[in-house]
């Protein structure tokens, strides 16, 4: 049963949209370039209003050890996102500064993207196009071979999931953030729409 995340939230109506919807996870980028960065104290301040039930990630990039576990605790988040140059060993020293699960996430251009992805540390993966948060769809038929617990991302949108979950091995999670956004924000229609096809899909695959 393929789940939702949906990604850069940043404002306190977002959250009201969130507990409506219900996704299975929603993430907080704390990457300074991105559009939706948003400080660790304003986070946790969201993720106090959020719903239970809906799990929390923090979105980083080549951050230290000590912020990422900084984050973690001020956010109270529940998961981590790698979007950088992290290897193995960062991986593996990371365990020692927090107790959530790490999803790692590998831009996929050729098949031994994805076939990188299948050797990760982390607890999960994600496959994405592009460079962090550009919403840039990549070739789906690359993923044939992940046989392994993975969000898919990139360009996705209301329009296009269908698309992706026949053309992929069945994602554990689609991540969506631009792609359910309207003037910057997320836009309840998108979201209703976009978790309203995931869920339609299951059940004609049901």
Same mark, same amino acid.
């Given at each position: 049963?393929t789940?939702?995340?949906?990604?850069?939230?940043?404002?306190?109506?977002?959250?009201?949209?969130?507990?409506?919807?219900?996704?299975?996870?929603?993430?907080?980028?704390?990457?300074?370039?991105?559009?939706?960065?948003?400080?660790?104290?304003?986070?946790?301040?969201?993720?106090?209003?959020?719903?239970?039930?809906?799990?929390?990630?923090?979105?980083?990039?080549?951050?230290?050890?000590?912020?990422?576990?900084?984050?973690?605790?001020?956010?109270?988040?529940?998961?981590?996102?790698?979007?950088?140059?992290?290897?193995?060993?960062?991986?593996?020293?990371?365990?020692? /500064?927090? *107790?959530?699960?790490?999803?790692?996430? /590998?831009?996929?251009?050729?098949?031994?993207?994805?076939?990188?992805?299948?050797?990760?540390?982390?607890?999960?993966?994600?496959?994405?196009?592009?460079?962090?948060?550009?919403? *840039?769809?990549?070739?789906w038929?690359?993923?044939?071979?992940?046989? *392994?617990?993975?969000?898919?991302?990139?360009?996705?949108?209301?329009?296009?999931?269908?698309?992706?979950?026949?053309?992929t091995?069945?994602?554990?999670?689609?991540?969506?953030?631009?792609?359910?956004?309207?003037?910057?924000?997320?836009?309840?229609?998108?979201?209703?729409?976009?978790i309203?096809?995931?869920?339609?899909?299951?059940?004609?695959?049901?």
């Open positions: 049963m789940k939702v995340k949906i990604c850069g939230i940043c404002h306190e109506v977002e959250i009201g949209i969130m507990n409506e919807l219900v996704p299975d996870f929603v993430g907080f980028v704390f990457v300074s370039k991105s559009r939706h960065f948003i400080a660790p104290e304003h986070a946790g301040l969201l993720r106090s209003k959020l719903r239970p039930g809906i799990r929390s990630v923090g979105v980083f990039a080549n951050h230290s050890l000590k912020s990422v576990a900084m984050c973690v605790e001020v956010a109270g988040l529940d998961m981590v996102q790698l979007h950088g140059d992290e290897t193995a060993e960062y991986i593996a020293a990371l365990r020692e /500064y927090i *107790r959530c699960p790490i999803m790692k996430v /590998y831009k996929v251009a050729k098949p031994m993207d994805a076939e990188k992805a299948l050797y990760s540390t982390a607890d999960y993966v994600m496959l994405d196009g592009g460079n962090a948060g550009d919403g *840039r769809t990549f070739d038929s690359l993923l044939g071979n992940v046989r *392994r617990k993975y969000f898919l991302s990139g360009g996705l949108t209301p329009e296009n999931l269908n698309r992706a979950m026949i053309v091995p069945q994602p554990y999670a689609l991540n969506v953030s631009s792609g359910v956004e309207a003037n910057k924000m997320k836009d309840y229609r998108k979201v209703m729409k976009f309203l096809g995931v869920k339609n899909f299951k059940a004609n695959k049901m």
